[in-house]
Nanobody, 124 residues
Framework: QVQLVESGGGLVQAGASLRLSCAAS????????MGWFRQASGKEREAVAA????????YYADSVKGRFTISRDNAKNTVNLQMNNLKPEDTAVYYC?????????????????WGQGTQVTVSS
């Protein structure tokens, strides 16, 4: 069992930055690839970014490429999402998730553990 706790969400204006953090409970954190997903009101959950176990491979949704950066620190059992130049369409609940699958994946069902989510609201 892995417990994930997100932090760092909030209300910001368009163009601002936020840094989301996700802390994992287990020392075997490096055994999991990690992903950030988001779900806007009335929409399906979508993958925003993902990172492999050792951080060598990353994925970004086209909508966030060049603005968001995913990183992880296996010594601290944390994964972060740096979000720059935020846009109103980035408004959503953001979830951290852990997958036991070796490859980086954007499929929600590949992720076994999920955090409770943190709200990000970007005003225009």
């Amino acid at each position: 069992q892995v417990q994930l706790v997100e932090s760092g969400g909030g209300l910001v204006q368009a163009g601002a930055s936020l840094r989301l953090s996700c802390a994992a409970s287990r020392s075997t954190f490096s055994s999991y690839s990690m992903g950030w997903f988001r779900q806007a009101s009335g929409k399906e959950r979508e993958a925003v970014a993902a990172i492999s176990r050792l951080g060598g491979t990353t994925y970004y949704a086209d909508s966030v490429k060049g603005r968001f950066t995913i990183s992880r620190d296996n010594a601290k059992n944390t994964v972060n999402l740096q979000m720059n130049n935020l846009k109103p369409e980035d408004t959503a609940v953001y979830y951290c998730a852990a997958s036991p699958i070796v490859r980086v994946t954007t499929i929600p069902r590949d992720y076994a553990y999920w955090g409770q989510g943190t709200q990000v609201t970007v005003s225009s």
